[in-house]
């Protein structure tokens, strides 16, 4: 598994209605190895792992699968009997059909709709009532868990022509770019959607029973971390990093290793709205998030597998990337 990170406006998200459900958010965030004090950190960032399994403990505390962003709760199941009516599809088209049409039975304030043209094909979301206002939070995840179970069922990552929110963005733009794979990504829009080629429509289903069974074990972590084949220039040298950190390769390494220019290299990271530097300080965030949960080893041990030659230079990168020092966010765990 990748080791990724999350921003901390996403686990405030999850949160936001726990205290009016009479949950202790603090409990949460303990209960699941997450520092209550990075919560006030706009920059923090959290283990992926963590943050599956603060939105998974906070679903059942809650039991809604909408974490109290519906007129009505969303009760533990709805998920897997909408999996369950949707894996027998034979093409993402049904598929994303019978999705839809399983959501819209529910009131969430924002239903999908599956809609088709001559050449596109999108997901939009519809508010139920004239006046209902934006819920930035529950739009996101729709569309996140549109697109990431769509990729799933087809095992492919499936390209996006353009991600659309009505509401001005709520955390940074790379948090989103993150979110939607480099797909582009545009706020204040008229309507919230996803929009893709009308052929991916026709792609075969390739998931079974025997691989739902998987996949129900733990959907948010699977759809927060699955790599498949078809991934993106950024995806590539993630890895690529991810495999060397003891000896960081620069980008000419790189390229090489993809078999590529250089400069072609630098244009395609450009286009999906990353660069070389930032992938490489992202790794190595993510990497250092990752060991900081894990029990027995040192700062020192984990600034070298963060691919640090001295502590020091750790430390001080680390307080840039959360606010904290890494001693203080371990203390919080």
């Known amino acids: 598994m990748r080791d990724l990170s ?3 406006y996403f686990a405030r998200a999850v949160l936001k209605n726990a205290v009016a459900r009479g949950l202790d958010p603090v409990s949460l965030l303990r209960e699941n190895r997450i520092s209550p004090r990075l919560m006030a950190e706009d920059n923090a960032r959290i283990s992926i792992e963590r943050f599956a399994d603060l939105n998974v403990s906070t679903m059942r505390a809650m039991d809604d699968e909408s974490l109290g962003y519906g007129v009505r709760r969303l009760p533990m199941g709805c998920w897997s009997m909408m999996c369950q009516a949707v894996i027998s599809a034979e093409t993402l088209g049904q598929a994303l059909a ?66 659309d929110f009505n509401f001005p963005p709520q955390a940074q733009n ?42 129900l074990r733990h959907p948010v972590l699977i759809m927060l971390t699955q790599d498949y084949a078809a991934n993106s220039w950024t995806a590539r040298v993630r890895d690529i990093i991810r495999r060397r950190l003891k000896e960081i390769p620069e980008l000419n390494d790189v390229a090489d290793t993809l078999d590529i220019h250089p400069q072609t290299l630098r244009r395609r990271l450009a286009s999906e709205g990353t660069t070389f530097k930032d992938i490489k ?29 001295e502590s020091s230079a750790f430390i001080r990168a680390f307080k840039g990337w959360t606010g904290i020092t890494p001693y203080t966010y371990r203390k919080g765990l």
């Open 281 to 309: 300080n992202q790794v190595r965030r993510d990497t250092a998030l990752h060991f900081l949960g894990k029990q027995g080893l040192s700062i020192e041990e984990i600034a070298h597998r963060a691919g640090f030659s």
């Open 6 to 8: 999350i921003s901390v």
């Open 98 to 163: 019978r999705y839809c049409r399983f959501y819209q039975l529910f009131e969430l304030c924002w239903q999908p709709v599956l809609e088709e043209d001559d050449e596109s094909a999108r997901v939009r979301l519809y508010a139920k009532g004239t006046d209902q206002q934006p819920i930035p939070y529950l739009q996101e995840l729709m569309l996140f868990n549109t697109h990431r179970f769509a990729s799933w069922l087809v095992q492919e990552h499936i390209p996006i022509q353009a991600v």
């Open 174 to 215: 790379q948090d989103y770019r993150h979110m939607f794979l480099a797909n582009p990504v545009q706020f204040e829009q008229p309507q919230t959607q996803l929009v893709f080629s009308r052929t991916q429509l026709e792609k075969r289903v390739t998931q079974n029973e025997s691989s739902l069974r998987h996949f």
